[in-house]
């Protein structure tokens, strides 16, 4: 058990450099394991799901060099058979992205994962991959998968859940495809894959409207250094914690503010947060500079449209909403259900522990921040999921009373240091 206490009277204060992030973490070991040529990573994410991906590369045959400073991948363009099973463990981005990596090589592969991971649907980015001519099996529909590279056709392809790892995983087979791979959405998900296989000098064309991608099968990828900005799903931590503790003033440097990650932010603002962006000179992915002070908070609707945009950070939504002046719907969210954990359940039973007035839909849930009532129990658990790990440490530094969490060592899938970074702010540590 870990203790959790509220933040002191004086608020939050300082800055926090959050972790690179995770999603272009992963993506960035990939290309530059099939790019000629030698990638330099830098601000990488040390964390559990990434490290399955380094290691995972690591047993297909690329020479891999980790140090904390920095990770270079010498690619070959070509992958080796593994000697064993890829063990993914939580690692959900990395398992479906190494399905289409893994669709056309010349041989078979094996990726197993662990309890909540096998636990998670397959099937969304199998079906593709098979219709293209990969040989997949799954075990009803979950891992482990057994991948039998074969040569690949394009295909044209409407995403019937938005998912940027179903997208990314076609753009991965895709590129080892015979022709131009097409994929439509209804919504636009996160770009990331698009933006790094054009650093890595693919030619790919992006539509106006952001929702259709054509990728030319065949092309080769050269090595680029990849500087990975600080995951703004991460920093959404701090932002909630500093927009719901009084007396709050906190700052978060160079983190990336892609158009598809910034959802939390905007919903932060419509609900009346008070943050202020300062842009920075990139050549990649976007960089801001982020100041966030506590405010009083309006309650807020969420609809299927603005879901793609916060599927991640809908824990915390959930909890701002909790510290809202009125009542706040969120529908839509029905893939919270095959998150690592049914994220809808899990949301509605630990804040019902802490008194909010929380009541679940079957794609979501409806809050009234106006009825609060004493915890009920002071022991909350993560369910082994990272964001509600992350969350309830959130929500514990404005509770009435300390929490003891069960299995915090869920936080070390995407932020090792998580609490100790929010001690610093809580003790004003301006390092």
Known sequence: MTVLTAA?????HGHVRVPGDKSISHRALMLG?????????????????????LEALRALGVPITYT????????GGRLKPAHVALNMNNAGTATRLLMGLLAAQPFTSCLVGDASLSKRPMRRVSQPLAAMGAAIDLDAGHLPAVITGRPLKAIDYTLPVASAQVKSAILLAGLQAAGTTIVREALPTRDHTERMLKAFGVRLTVSADRQTIALPGGQPLIATPVAVPGDMSSAAFFIAAATIVPNSHIRLPQVGINPTRTGFLQIVRRMGGNIKVTPLESAGEPLADLEVTDTKLQPIDLAAADIPAVIDELPLVALLAAHANGVSHIHGAEELRVKETDRIQTIVSELRKLGVAIEAYA????I?????SPITDAHVDSHGDHR???????????????????????MTVSYPDFLTDLERLCKGDLR
Not at 8 to 12: D, H, I, N, Q, W
Not at 33 to 53: E, H, P, Q, R, Y
Not at 368 to 372: I, L, N, Q, W, Y
């Open 388 to 410: 509600i790990a992350m969350m309830l440490a959130v929500a514990a530094l404005v509770a009435d009373a300390p929490l003891e969490l069960h299995d915090a060592a869920a």
């Open 68 to 75: 904390e400073q920095q990770v270079t991948v010498h690619g």
């Open 368 to 372: 009234d921040g106006r009825k609060t």
């Open 363 to 366: 794609d979501g849930f409806v």
């Open 8 to 12: 002191p009277a004086t608020g939050l």
């Open 33 to 53: 394991a099939l790019a000629k040529g030698t990638t330099t990573i830098t601000n990488f994410l040390s964390s559990a799901d990434c490290l399955s991906t």
